[in-house]
């Protein structure tokens, strides 16, 4: 499949599929904890597979699992069963210790795993394209030195970020490639730490790191999707935009067309409805309303691909995901 000629077609559709970020709700439909999906390649394909044919999404999305990552490199991370796993405590101090740490081989860890459901998940999954999942550099390296003290040491220790965003974009590319040799299409890169950060330093701290990987993974027939939640996005739309993504997906803390109105008429730009507020914390008829909103306040911006703000909880109703479907279907066919 040719992704460049994919976006193209999405952006030229008059009635759109939208492009939420929705995989692990599938532990609903398989009836199984979040502990046995991220534990298991099979069960992942199947979620993906299930997602897929209930929902009439423009792709299929594996987990945006962001401990995957970071525990290959040797961090402990929770598990439980019906959350989103989380990285405990951090596992680089000082630049010794960044130089000293290995990027690890693709494959350590859940990576290898998460590699083989992709793969399955190609296998059953032949009418749209499929999108691993990856986190960011920058967001890597706050779970490696924790996120308090990356923030302090982007002024105080640069040199220690540097040499472990070094690390962390090594592992990300070579993921990423793993990936691509696995059968998948594209791949979302979850950046959401650099929305914390000011357009100067994210360029410094995470663009620059960035750039080298899209220019690494991406080609004609893979594309990098780049999402970004974080509040600070649009102050640095011009510094994103020259990332070089084929897409672009932003968190419900910015003002969604106020993001299409300051990013290129080619690229996607997908976002923003609440994962908390509405797919785990409201009801269809708020979901609805707020789809058709979101919908019509972005009317007139071809690009525009509605979607979730991030990741879509675990628990979320899926009362409220079917409204959401129907509330896309019913905007474009009224």
């Known amino acids: 499949m040719n992704m460049r000629q994919w976006v193209k077609d999405q952006i030229a559709l008059d009635i759109k599929k939208p492009l939420p970020i929705l995989s692990f709700p599938a532990t609903q439909l398989l009836n199984i904890t979040v502990a046995e999906l991220i534990s298991n390649s099979g069960l992942q394909a199947q979620g993906m597979k299930a997602v897929a044919d209930r929902c009439p999404a423009a792709a299929a999305v594996s987990l945006m699992d962001l401990s995957v990552e970071a525990e290959a490199f040797g961090a402990a991370i929770r598990v439980t069963a019906d959350e989103v796993p989380t990285v405990i405590g951090h596992i680089i101090s000082s630049e010794a210790d960044a130089r000293a740490r290995a990027v690890p081989a693709v494959?350590?860890?859940?990576?290898?795993?998460?590699?083989?459901?992709i793969a399955q998940a190609r296998q059953l999954i032949t009418d749209r394209p499929v999108l691993a999942g990856v986190i960011g550099p920058f967001s890597l390296s706050g779970r490696l030195i924790g996120m308090t003290e990356i923030m302090v040491n982007c002024y105080t220790e640069p040199e220690l970020v540097h040499a472990t965003l070094e690390k962390a974009a090594a592992f990300i590319t070579d993921y990423i490639k793993a990936y691509k040799a696995a059968g998948a299409q594209g791949v979302v890169v979850a950046e959401p730490a650099a929305g914390l950060l000011s357009a100067q330093l994210m360029v410094e701290f995470s663009g620059n790191y960035m750039k080298t990987i899209i220019a690494g993974t991406q080609s004609d027939d893979f594309a990098v999707f780049y999402h970004n939640c974080g509040n600070s996005t649009s102050q640095m739309t011009k510094e994103l935009a020259e990332l070089g993504a084929m897409g672009y997906h932003f968190g419900n803390a910015v003002n969604m067309r106020e993001m299409?109105?300051?990013?290129?008429?080619?690229?996607?730009?997908?976002?923003n409805l609440s994962p908390a507020d509405l797919f785990r914390g409201g009801n269809p008829q708020l979901m609805q309303a707020e789809t058709l909103g979101l919908l019509e306040d972005c009317r007139g911006h071809a690009n525009f691909t509605v979607s979730s703000g991030c990741d879509i909880p675990p628990a979320s109703s899926w009362d409220n995901?079917?409204?959401?479907?129907a509330a896309v279907n019913a905007f474009y066919h009224s």
């Open 107 to 117: 494959g350590a860890g859940r990576t290898g795993l998460y590699i083989e459901a």
């Open 260 to 271: 299409l109105e300051k990013m290129p008429d080619q690229v996607l730009v997908m976002g």
């Open 321 to 325: 995901i079917d409204a959401f479907f």
